[in-house]
């Protein structure tokens, strides 16, 4: 199993304004995934992060709004850029088990942007 | 493309008897990974269970076991004994190319007494 530590647990910023989410993971991992669940809905995949390349990003994201950062395989960024309030939401960073057959959640980011 | 349809967005059941959460998938891959998560109202995600393609058995975890019906291609999530703490959001995933794993729209689950 895999324990992923996720800060902060919550924030509410200004409009216009960053966030930066940090993951944090007990185990080396190849790739990491974060994902966004906005309100009441499921989640999406924002980005397929690896270490030593850039992340992968998924259709409407983009790496000007959603910058991240992977410099070991134990760690990686997430950043919210120029926040709006459609971009308050729950962030999760996520690892995949050694068997591929679980995937370990961090405890999420609850943003809210005002 | 891979899909994942859980068409029931909100299921009640009484404590104590069994309920059935309904998913189905879409994909062409041949060897994929199937998931049941649920989400309290606190957030986080917990893992319930696993199932991969080429699994011959049904899964199964305590009160929840997973009917994998591979040409119908459905994966519903059967929980037993239902209990006041499986009130949730329930999410069928699946795992497929680039190991990455995407999720249904999920249901909603009430339980009760």
């Known amino acids: 199993s895999a324990v992923i530590s996720q800060k902060p647990s919550r924030d509410i910023c200004q409009r216009g304004t960053s966030l930066t989410i940090q993951c944090q993971v007990d185990s080396q991992v190849t790739m990491m995934f974060w994902y966004r669940q906005q309100p009441g809905q499921s989640l999406t995949l924002i980005a397929t992060a690896n270490q030593g390349s850039e992340a992968t990003y998924e259709s409407g994201f983009v790496i000007d709004k959603f910058p991240i950062s992977r410099p070991n395989l134990t760690f990686s960024t997430l950043t919210v850029s120029n926040m709006s309030p459609e971009d308050s939401s729950i962030y999760l960073c996520?690892?995949?088990?050694?068997?591929?057959?679980?995937?370990?959640f961090g405890q999420g980011t609850r943003l809210t942007v005002v | 493309a891979q899909k994942i349809t859980q068409t029931q967005p909100g299921m009640f059941v009484q404590e104590k008897e069994a309920v059935t959460l309904d998913c189905t998938y879409d994909?062409?891959?041949?060897?994929?990974?199937l998931f049941w998560y649920k989400q309290p109202s606190s957030g986080e995600m917990i893992f319930l269970i696993y199932?991969?393609?080429?699994?011959?058995q049904n899964a199964t975890e305590g009160r929840y076991s997973l009917n994998f019906q591979k040409a119908r291609k459905s994966a519903n999530l059967v929980i037993s004994a239902s209990q006041l703490g499986d009130s949730a959001m329930y999410f069928c995933a699946m795992e497929g190319g680039g190991f990455k794993t995407i999720f249904g729209a999920g249901t909603r689950l009430f339980v009760k007494a």
């Open positions: 199932q991969g393609s080429y699994d011959e």
């Open positions: 994909t062409s891959d041949q060897s994929y990974g």
């Open positions: 996520s690892v995949l088990g050694t068997e591929n057959t679980e995937a370990f």
